[in-house]
Structure formats: C-alpha cells, structure tokens
C-alpha cells in the first residue's frame, strides 16, 4: 500500500516525463457554448500540483473571463516548442526553460509568476551532514538525467560553492530520487522540494534540503505565451492572467476546499493516497505565496539577467538572451 501511493507522488513531479499527445483535463461547471477553449500545457499528469488550475475551472474563474480552460499534460521541453511556433498558447514554464527558447530562436515570454520559490532543492538525509554546497564535494549525486529544473538547481547549486561536476559523482537516476536517497543508492539528490523531502518525512527519515534561491534568483514556474499571442490577442492573455492569479489567490485563502476540489479532479489523490497527497499540497501552498511588498505574478529585470547570465555561463545556451525579451509584467494591471 506505502509502495503505491508512493509511486504515486512521484509521478506527481517527474514534470516534462510523458508525451504531449496525453489527454487533456477539463472540469467545466457551466456551459461551455459561449466560452473560448483554450488549452493550457502543463506537466507530467493530472495532480495536486496543479490545485490552482482545477480551483479555477470549478470556481468559474476562467469561465468568467470566457475561457474554457483545458490542461493538457506532457514534456515541458514539448509545450515550449508547441507555444513557441503558436501551436497552442500558453503553458507553465520555469525561467530557466524560457531562456532556453529564446536561446533556440523560439518567441516565448513569461507573462506571470506562479511558484514565488524556484520549487527544485538538493536532499539528503540529515546524517549526511550536507547543509551547504561546500558539502558537496566528492558525494554522489543522483539526478534524473543531464536536463530540466533538476539539472539547472544542481548546476547553480555547485557553483555557489565554486564546485563543478567533476568535484562530485553523478548518477543518472530516472525519477527514483526517493529511494535513491533512503536506500543510500547516493549520497543526496535533486528533486522537487515537495516531493523527496516530503515523502521520506511521511517515512520519518529527516533530510536537509539546499534550495537553489538560496544562491541564485531564477524565476520559477510560471505563465509562458508567445510574441503573436501578445501582439494579436492581448486581451485573451490579460484575461489568462486575471483568471490564473485569482485561483491562486482563492486556494491559498481556501486550502481546504481547495484540496477537497482538486480531490474531484484527481480521484486517484484520494483514498489511501489522501495523506501523503495533502501533505504534498500543503507543502507547495508557501510556494505559490507571493512574496510580501510584491505585486502578485510580477518577476524582475535583475532576476531575468541572472537568469540569462547563468544559462550562458554553465553553457546551457550559446550566447546572452537579452533579459527584456524574455517577461513582461504588462498584463498584470
């Protein structure tokens, strides 16, 4: 029974693992005639992770600005292309991956922010006595592969303590960071701060987490659309972003409810796997909160330079994306 929903919280955030031909997700609670689907590319499958979303459906929100909204779940990398050559106009992307398309000649831009903390950390077990990435040195790391959040998160994180790969051994683990790390496959691993760290607490392994943010400002999960959206159809991307902040809003004032909603939307949440699905979702709350004295969904010039900068740096695209290209605060009047 553990070994299952287990299982279950990993799939949650092994995000960018799964074609994007997979289904798409709508719970509308109106009619639909009237309204403007539109579909929005999401990460791996349906999930706790995605709360706001399904909050949003139930409540109307996105309905009140005429959208029928649709999630549909797959490869974030595939969603990047998908947006960038307008296929489809929206998805959730980290910064990191809009530097990336930028750097490939795809024209995306980060319109809002969603996750406040970039949500990737690097984990260990507290009898490893890894607490700074100077610990770091001559450990075995596992990772799912040389690519994504996970790798990025690493990558900053070595270089905060001057390390590079060659200071520590990588082990290209799939998604199995969990019992990579509670079985001492590996001496730490990067995951998604809700999902490693959260299970082996339910385990009662205590473990010690490195956060990227800590080091580095990398603007994280977030609304992504494209130039010809913003220039054609500005208000379908106002309307995007109202709809999409107010969900979030409203789950973090409405945790509970919201929690019992996203049950709805993602059955196989419930049952056995209820406990360890809302001590994942009371874990992102923080990380969706916005930060105080900020305005909601905003990201910043500084952040986006470091951001680009970075990428460069590790060699991750070949030349310096401008920063201005790659956000806009513009929509969230």
Known sequence: MQRRFLFFIVLLFAAGCAPAALPTTAQPTIATAALTPIKLGVGYIPSVQFAPFYVGIAKGFFADEGIDLQLAHGFENDYLKLVGVGEIPFMIGSGDQVV??????LPVRYVMNWYTQYPVVLFAKSSEKILQPADLKGKTIGIPGPFGANYVALRG???????????????????????????D??????????????VLALQGIDTTQIALDQYLPMPANGLVTNEKTIDEQP?????????????????????????????????????????????????????????????????????????????????????LVPAGELFTNAFLK
């Open 157 to 183: 994180i070595l270089e905060a303590a001057g390390l590079s790969e060659q200071d520590v051994k990588l082990e290209s683990i799939g998604f199995a960071q969990i019992a990579a790390v509670s079985t």
């Open 185 to 198: 496959k590996v001496n730490a691993a990067v995951d998604y701060a809700v999902n490693g760290p959260v």
């Open 235 to 319: 208000a379908l991307v106002a309307k995007m972003v109202r709809a999409t902040l107010k969900s979030i809003t409203y789950t973090l004032a409405n945790p509970d409810e919201a929690f019992q909603i996203t049950l709805k939307a993602v059955p196989e949440a419930g049952g056995e796997n209820t406990p360890a699905n809302r001590a994942v979702f009371d874990a992102s709350l923080p990380y969706w909160t916005p930060v105080p004295g900020t305005q909601p969904g905003a990201t910043t010039q500084a952040a986006w330079q470091a951001a680009a900068e970075f990428m460069q740096r590790i060699g991750l695209v070949d030349k």
């Open 100 to 105: 990336l398309g930028r750097g490939q000649g």
